[in-house]
């Protein structure tokens, strides 16, 4: 069946080092989403790419979607201890009737 | 800001009983689903509702389950019989141009 992989599963950084989760889909998808959970709490949308090759950025996250609709990445400049939570990528493959998470990338922030 | 809400924010059952979930989700929104989250694994796919009916389910989402809209604001997930391992968080979310999860449900079965 259709899989979602996400790299690394944990990431622990200084705080001010940079982050990048990595996505990859065994199919090709519609649009992939991004969303950010932390403890104890529930997703929280970050983002949805659409395009192919497509780069969004929000402050200090950026996005990108890749030319096959098939990965993802999402890199955080300087991290800060606000950015510790799990970042989920969401692959769509056609319309909106499904959607497959990847495992999550835990990402803890040392300050 | 308008916001998916689910009740009861946890649930604990016996092993073989019936339990219902309940979302509202924000009114607007065309697309409707239901996911649950292992404590510590990832967000899994339910179900998906749309024009007041499944649009897509998960093979995880077999004839123990499901779900209704039985009128125009709640949308519910019923787990019949349930067994130790449908313990885990439920979530309902709800999609238009962006997919905004409720706070989810604890679903502890002894």
């Known amino acids: 069946g259709q899989q979602v992989m996400q790299i690394p599963q944990y990431q622990h950084v200084q705080e001010g080092e940079d982050f990048t989760t990595y996505c990859n889909s065994s199919?090709?998808?519609?649009?992939i989403q991004w969303y950010k959970q932390r403890p104890g709490g529930h997703p929280v949308f970050l983002i949805q790419?659409?395009?192919?090759?497509e780069v969004k950025k929000q402050k200090r996250l950026t996005f990108q979607f890749g030319e096959a609709k098939k990965n993802s990445s999402l890199h955080i400049t300087a991290t800060q201890t606000t950015d510790v939570g799990t970042y989920f990528c969401a692959g769509v493959p056609t319309s909106y009737d499904k959607v497959i998470f990847g495992p999550g990338t835990s990402l803890s922030v040392i300050p | 800001e308008p916001e998916v809400t689910q009740t009861p924010s946890h649930q604990v059952t016996q092993m073989g009983q019936e339990v219902i979930l309940r979302c509202v989700p924000i009114s607007n929104h065309l697309y409707f689903y239901w996911y649950r989250q292992i404590l510590g694994q990832k967000v899994e796919f339910l179900v998906s509702f749309y024009n007041n009916e499944i649009s897509e389910k998960s093979e995880i989402f077999d004839d123990q389950f499901s779900v209704e809209r039985p009128d125009g604001s709640n949308f519910t997930l019923k787990i019949r019989s349930t067994k130790l391992e449908d313990s885990a968080m439920y979530f309902c979310a709800s999609y238009n141009n962006e997919q905004f999860f409720g706070p989810g449900t604890r679903l502890t079965v002894l």
């Open positions: 199919t090709t998808l519609s649009n």
């Open positions: 790419l659409v395009k192919s090759g």
